[in-house]
């Protein structure tokens, strides 16, 4: 079982549904999220994250919006990890004053 996991901007989008790929409840998702925003917030967290720019999700061949890639930490799913990615995403936004 490999020690990484990949997360796609799509799992944090607003407005795609989650046959499209989102991830998280409408609720918890942000617009116009890039995976250079996610790898930053990761590393925020305390977590290894390195953005893989030339990669496209599956459902979204047409688009090359990148992916980051996160090293596992043990103890902690995959959907707490974006859970707490997009609350952090949430926190910058509202201090930059854009959501």
Same mark, same amino acid.
């Given at each position: 079982?490999?020690?990484?996991?990949?997360?796609?901007?799509?799992?944090?989008?607003?407005?795609?549904? %989650?046959?499209? /790929? $989102?991830?998280?409840?409408?609720?918890?998702?942000?617009?116009?999220? =890039? !995976?250079?925003?996610? +790898?930053? &917030?990761?590393?925020?967290?305390?977590?290894?994250?390195?953005?893989?720019?030339?990669?496209?999700?599956?459902?979204?061949?047409? %688009?090359?919006? /990148? $992916?980051?890639?996160?090293?596992?930490?043990?103890?902690?799913?995959? =959907? !707490?990890?974006?859970? +707490?990615? &997009?609350?952090?995403?949430?926190?910058?936004?509202?201090?930059?004053?854009?959501?």
């Amino acid at each position: 079982m490999p020690d990484y996991f990949y997360v796609y901007p799509a799992y944090l989008a607003k407005g795609l549904t %989650r046959e499209e /790929g $989102r991830r998280l409840p409408e609720s918890a998702t942000l617009t116009d999220v =890039t !995976a250079e925003e996610i +790898a930053a &917030a990761a590393k925020r967290l305390g977590a290894k994250a390195e953005v893989e720019a030339d990669k496209h999700y599956p459902r979204q061949a047409h %688009r090359f919006g /990148g $992916r980051v890639k996160v090293t596992k930490r043990s103890g902690s799913t995959k =959907t !707490a990890f974006l859970r +707490a990615v &997009a609350a952090e995403l949430g926190r910058q936004r509202a201090v930059a004053g854009k959501r």
